[in-house]
């Protein structure tokens, strides 16, 4: 799959998920990451998108994030530095790397 | 001597290494010590945890809950018995009231450590929740069993197996008692053992005597499927009725049920009767009494189960998780507060709360049961009963400290008493509560005899 047009693989993980939190275990470092709300819903994103071998691009993940919180005090442009923060975490948490 | 962190106990014609679990001659030479010593290695892990322990500053530790296996919450302070020697002084009329959907923000966030734990440890086991601690969990009966039902709602529909405890005092309708038997795994229930004692001690706000309520619960619960546990609190002027309470409980209850006999810790509404009677309380043996008790009931009713949590029954490398450098069980209060251990009162160790629909816990706090816990661990190492209660516990040392009952070193004492009477059993071949020696062969080492301390059961 392709992020804002970069090749992107999704590292196998072990991931288990309680309410709206994903829980993820990389069985090959033995770190566990728990992700918050928001990044629970971009790695869903991803996720989805990386099994259908479909594309997305930041606007994407800002209208789902927009929409989860169903609230006008959010600044798109805040949304977007947090999600281009959250994709940049999960590359440095071996979450994700480059195809 | 080298390696040797614990001293050593003379029994007779032997010496106890707690260090290597084993006795040998007291009469051997220093090189056939030595032999022994290098043949034997030290089973004894007290320098890494001793290391581990100290790298913390208990007056500023940081404290996060890491994997989980099991929580508590206590749902409120309130309670309609009103026991003689209650430590948190219950009554009612509390106004900190839990709310549901706290109970259930705390839950989920136990519910991500323990998945936390099933994906590094590879483990299923089930967590372990209990209600518990201030006043009567079933106070409010409502409450608890919306409670009830929103964990276990929440464990289906994260698929989390789920194992539910709860202590009670047992004055519970029909229907109350057929729901806990239908939800909970586990069930203690508070009963002095007789009722004229149980009537003494444990009376309720709407009648003074409980005993025949509290015996019909147990008796219902007794046919259900959970491992049933009866909890009498005994005065220490008391202990003299222990066979007779034997007598009542096997006879009342079969020989099925569990029995926990705690003496009294003089802390909150006991800590007025135990200061006008010290002496008398000082003067009693428990351990006498518990153990003449324990051979009288196996005699009589067959082999059942009847144990005393001031006796650690293990080896153990510290004497529990209730502190913060491990915080194996958090505790929910109900002025959403989250403590390392219920058993607190006065000295709660408080790492985090629930605010604003999220658990917090606090980048650093105070720890008094951990400050405790450390000089306890260290100072507690020449005593014979050191691996298997590596200091005791923390929060009766604290309590104990301020009490005017000094009644801290009449339970040092039985728990001592307790092991070496253990040791000296298994020294003379016999089974000993759980206990026993293996003679161990050792290559070029003679006429050492020496025995290895093992588990019997």
Redesign the interface.
């Known amino acids: 799959m392709k992020i804002n047009g970069v090749g992107v693989a999704v590292c196998p993980m072990?991931v288990?998920?309680?309410?709206s939190?994903f829980?993820m275990?990389n069985p090959v470092t033995?770190k566990?990451i728990?992700l918050n709300r928001t990044a629970s819903l971009i790695w869903d994103i991803i996720v989805d998108h990386s099994e259908k071998k479909s594309d997305i691009c930041t606007r994407d993940f800002v209208t789902r994030v927009v929409k989860m919180f169903d609230t006008e005090d959010l600044k798109e442009g805040e949304v977007q530095e947090d999600v281009e923060g959250v994709i940049a975490a999960f590359f440095g948490a071996g979450l994700l790397r480059m195809e | 001597m080298r390696g040797q962190s614990l001293s050593m106990h003379i029994f007779g014609e032997y010496i106890f290494d707690p260090d290597r679990l084993v006795f040998y001659r007291s009469n051997l030479d220093a090189e056939t010590i030595a032999q022994i010593h290098t043949h034997i290695g030290v089973d004894n892990d007290y320098e890494s945890v001793r290391k581990m322990l100290n790298a913390h500053d208990a007056s500023e530790i940081r404290i996060r809950p890491g994997a989980l296996k099991r929580a508590g919450i206590c749902l409120t302070n309130n309670c309609n018995f009103r026991c003689n020697y209650c430590s948190a002084s219950s009554l009612e009329g509390n106004v900190e009231s839990i709310r549901i959907e706290d109970v259930l923000v705390f839950i989920s966030d136990v519910m991500k450590r323990w998945t936390v734990n099933k994906l590094i440890a590879k483990s299923d086991d089930p967590l372990s929740l209990y209600f518990t601690g201030g006043g009567e969990p079933t106070y409010d009966w409502g409450m608890f069993q919306q409670a009830v039902m929103g964990i276990k709602q929440k464990a289906k529909d994260n698929s989390i197996p789920l194992s539910l405890g709860i202590t009670t005092n047992g004055l519970l309708d029909t229907p109350k008692t057929e729901f806990i038997a239908a939800q909970f795994e586990s069930v203690m229930v508070s009963y002095d053992g007789m009722p004229t004692i149980q009537n003494k001690n444990r009376c309720s706000t709407r009648s003074l005597h409980t005993s025949e309520t509290v015996k019909e619960t147990i008796r219902a619960l007794l046919k259900e499927n959970l491992q049933l546990t009866v909890r009498t609190t005994i005065w220490q002027d008391d202990f003299h009725h222990m066979k007779d309470m034997a007598d009542h409980v096997f006879g009342s209850f079969g020989d099925t049920v569990e029995w926990s006999i705690l003496p009294v810790v003089p802390a909150g509404r006991a800590l007025k009767r135990a200061s006008k009677v010290r002496d008398r309380l000082k003067g009693q043996d428990f351990l006498e009494h518990y153990l003449e008790t324990v051979a009288y009931a196996r005699h009589k009713y067959g082999y059942v189960s009847i144990n005393s949590p001031i006796f650690q029954g293990d080896i153990t490398s510290v004497y529990c998780g209730a502190i913060s450098a491990f915080c194996s069980c958090p505790w929910l209060l109900p002025d959403k507060t989250i403590i390392t251990c219920i058993e607190s009162c006065a000295q709660k160790t408080v790492i985090g709360r629930v605010h604003d629909g999220r658990v917090e816990y606090f980048d650093k706090c105070q720890d008094p049961i951990f400050k405790m816990y450390q000089e306890k661990f260290d100072e507690c190492k020449h005593c014979v009963a050191y691996r298997f209660c590596k200091g005791g516990c923390p929060v009766r040392h604290l309590t104990n400290r301020e009490s005017p009952t000094e009644m801290g070193d009449w339970e040092c004492a039985t728990i001592q008493n307790y092991w070496a009477h253990v040791l000296v059993g298994a020294l003379k071949g016999e089974r000993s509560l759980g206990w026993c020696v293996v003679p161990v062969e050792l290559c070029g080492v003679e006429r050492a005899d020496v025995l290895s301390l093992t588990r019997t059961e």
């Open positions: 072990h288990e998920q309680v309410d939190t829980i275990h033995g566990v728990m």
